[in-house]
């Protein structure tokens, strides 16, 4: 391959974004996507809801993702398919290809790979592995890609948005979807995504509810399933017995960073710790869901342009950079992206998500004990991303970003 200022891992979403942004600052750059498109997940994403903020209208996921492909086409980024990293050692990035394998080592990095879904193994399911457990983004792939209907008669664990979707789906291809279980309270998906798959089809959630077994031996016959406490703990006596033959999985996702090490991770996204240019390392970028994981694609583009646009600014050493400050989660807060900011005049928008559903509260940005902002919010949720903007013009030390009830 030819030499390169920027390198850009993922093809996605994020990857399209960052490389978009990254060659408006000159720096030459590519694109690396181990699939034979680009796109990333978008491209299984067939239902609306894409675009809302970013495009001002509504787009399945594979025309969101084909706005972006003509849109790379208009610059001079190179784009590499069918092509893994097997290791990124500092920045010598470790690629097999169909030309064979070699090393890049380029200037600056980002980092797009997005996520991945978390498994039976990871939830340590219990009981047998027969036929028919299976993540949402699987079955999604199976019906939307293949036209495969992979089972009849379904049970949901978990809430996330992709899960809450595909019960919409698997009733429009004439499964029957018995019902979503959630261990939690609340739900993690979207409160659009509840109303419009489940309420619209009269598909029952229940809360505070899980498996305790999955039964059947080669292939699955049934799920047992009971309420748990305060403490996850399951409560025995109310444990019920509902026949399926497919369990679909939608019990979170993680960051797909296996390939880099060495970086600092904030243990409550599993992703990278970035500064306000989403730098995780000097001249190592990360965006999208590889550094958190997103409800909205739009969030991801606008995340992945700051990053590229920054990246490509440190390849062509016009990046500035001036003494930098913590940005610290606070009460009500599980975490904030970026997590330190640099001084200066600029604007900040930090993101974040809060532990508990709040009503009526109060967004709160102190340094040293006293208030620097304050947002008004109607309703949060841990399902939905949130964030406050504001200008640093007097920050000079560690800011904290906290939620509290209006007074």
Do not use: W
């Amino acid at each position: 391959m030819k030499n390169y200022d920027v390198v850009i891992i993922g093809g996605g979403p994020a990857g399209m974004g960052a490389g978009i942004e990254c060659a408006k600052t000159g720096a030459k750059t590519l694109i690396i996507e181990r699939e034979n498109r680009l796109g990333g997940i978008l491209n299984q994403c067939i239902h609306n809801g894409f675009g809302l903020h970013y495009f001002k209208e509504e787009l399945t996921g594979p025309e969101y993702a084909h706005r972006f492909e003509e849109l790379l086409k208009d610059t001079n980024v190179d784009v590499s398919l069918n092509t893994f990293v097997t290791k990124i050692d500092n920045k010598d990035i470790y690629v097999v290809s169909p030309e064979g394998a070699e090393v890049i080592s380029p200037k600056a990095i980002v980092l797009a790979m997005g996520c991945r879904e978390k498994t039976a193994g990871n939830i340590r399911l219990k009981g047998t592995r027969p036929a028919g457990i299976m993540t949402a983004g699987q079955v999604q792939k199976l019906v939307n890609f293949h036209g495969k209907l992979p089972g009849k008669k379904v049970v949901i664990l978990g809430s996330g948005d992709i899960g809450l979707i595909m019960a919409r789906r698997l009733t429009l291809a004439g499964a029957k979807v018995e019902m979503v279980l959630e261990i939690m309270k609340s739900s993690s998906g979207l409160a659009r995504n509840i109303r419009q798959c489940l309420d619209d089809f009269d598909i029952p959630i229940h809360y505070s509810t899980t498996i305790t077994e999955v039964v059947g031996k080669d292939r699955v016959e049934g799920i047992k399933y009971a309420q748990v406490d305060d403490k996850m703990k399951e409560i025995p006596e109310t444990e019920k017995f509902m026949e399926c033959d497919l369990v679909v999985l939608s019990v979170g996702l993680t960051p797909e960073n296996d390939i880099v090490s060495g970086y600092p991770i904030n243990p409550m996204t599993n992703g990278f710790v970035v500064n306000e240019f989403r730098e995780c390392a000097d001249g190592v970028f990360a965006c999208g869901n590889v550094l958190q994981v997103h409800d909205l694609v739009d969030n991801v583009t606008c995340e992945s342009m700051l990053a590229g646009k920054n990246a490509g600014l440190f390849a062509m050493g016009k990046l500035q950079k001036s003494k930098s400050h913590s940005v610290i989660a606070g009460d009500g807060i599980r975490y904030t992206v970026p997590g330190s900011y640099f001084e200066n005049d600029d604007e900040l928008e930090v993101f974040f998500r809060v532990n508990n559903k709040q009503k009526n509260a109060e967004i709160v940005v102190s340094q040293n004990g006293e208030v620097v902002k304050t947002k008004f919010a109607v309703a949060l949720n841990p399902g939905e991303m949130s964030s406050i903007k504001f200008d640093k013009l007097g920050l000079n030390s560690d800011i904290t970003i906290s939620v509290r009830e209006k007074k």
